[in-house]
């Protein structure tokens, strides 16, 4: 399988995030790509740099002031003190009820928490760059696709579902999956699907397409009554307007074991299925490693070429995007079993 894979995610390498209020050594850290691009290259996957901008599609995504304030944070950050290069900038307030969020404000801390959701996701020098290659990675694999690829990875960092259309979170910045179902749309798609199965609920893409019929999203992820993000992924959430019935949430206890795991994917796939997509974008979060640190499923090396082996049998054109997954160390090989097991047999076939 072709693999998009940018050396720019090195750019974004902040040393530092808050966790439960306490400040921690990244989780999300440049290694995390570095051991999915050595297991694609002993797997003999072919690697190539994205080659579409992406920046049209990031227009039909996220809102031009924020996708603004994105490119230019940095430099902002840096025209207040010079000493800021060594300083990494958090929100201290954010625009909640009652407050406005209409009015961009002029002080740089204040602006940050209009476009945050939280305090966890650390911003550094090479944040944009390594975001917009990623995003241009998304807009590269549905090029593929429209010219007739069956399937594309892409092995960026940092990930991308949390983030909507004008705000960051979760180590998010820009939305990956978003861009590739937006992508695929611009190609002639008249249905995609997104299927979402990081441990966290990807609320950033549910909000992007929550009142769209053309793109169904679906999850399965860690109840938000106990996990990050907390406040989205209900299964009562199932779109607005013209979108109603076209979001499904499927979530699942903390400690779920890989049975009740699988039985949501099932139910997953029986909804893409009926949705008639053209093509399905896989946000690959692959933090339901039993292994992982901050999540809590349960899923196993042989769990993951399962799921790949799944996905495989609804017979579409599939974009994988990588998002979540902590333990980085296995994070490469449990990669490579889920797109070889999707690969198997060599190509797709329709139908269950």
Not at 234 to 251: I, K, S, V, Y
Request: proline letters at 5%.
């Amino acid at each position: 399988m072709i693999a998009f894979f940018s050396s720019q995610h090195e750019l974004h390498a902040p040393r530092y995030e808050f966790y439960r209020g306490e400040r921690v050594p990244c989780f999300e850290q440049p290694a995390r790509a570095g051991f999915v691009r050595a297991a694609l290259e002993a797997s003999g996957h072919e690697l190539r740099a994205p080659n579409v901008d992406s920046r049209a599609v990031l227009a039909q995504v996220h809102t031009a002031r924020y996708l603004a304030f994105l490119e230019g944070a940095w430099a902002q950050w840096l025209a207040l003190d010079a000493g800021n290069a060594d300083v990494q900038p958090f929100p201290s307030v954010w625009p909640v009820r009652t407050l406005r969020s209409d009015t961009e404000p002029d002080n740089f801390i204040a602006k940050l928490g209009l476009y945050s959701m939280d305090s966890g996701t650390p911003m550094a020098a090479g944040s944009w760059a390594a975001a917009k290659a990623g995003a241009n990675a998304a807009a590269s694999a549905a090029r593929l696709l429209a010219d007739g690829e069956r399937a594309v990875f892409c092995a960026t960092r940092p990930p991308g579902h949390h983030a909507g259309a004008d705000f960051m979170g979760g180590y998010c910045f820009l939305n990956n999956a978003a861009v590739a179902a937006q992508a695929m749309r611009g190609h002639g798609g008249d249905r995609v699907a997104i299927l979402d199965v990081d441990y966290h609920h990807g609320n950033g893409t549910q909000s992007i397409f929550y009142d769209r019929a053309d793109v169904l999203f679906a999850s399965i992820h860690g109840d938000p009554r106990t996990e990050y993000p907390f406040y989205l992924g209900h299964a009562d959430e199932t779109g607005e307007g013209a979108g109603q019935g076209f979001n499904l949430n499927l979530p699942l206890p903390a400690g779920a074991s890989a049975a009740q795991w699988f039985r949501a994917l099932e139910a997953a796939c029986l909804r893409i299925e009926r949705h008639h997509a053209d093509a399905l974008v896989v946000s690959l979060g692959l933090d339901t490693f039993a292994g992982d640190p901050i999540s809590k499923f349960a899923l196993h090396p042989d769990d993951f070429s399962r799921l790949g082996a799944r996905l495989r049998r609804l017979g579409l054109p599939t974009i994988f995007i990588l998002e979540g997954g902590y333990a980085a160390a296995e994070l490469g090989s449990n990669a490579v079993k889920v797109l070889e097991s999707f690969d198997a047999g060599g190509g797709l076939s329709p139908g269950r």
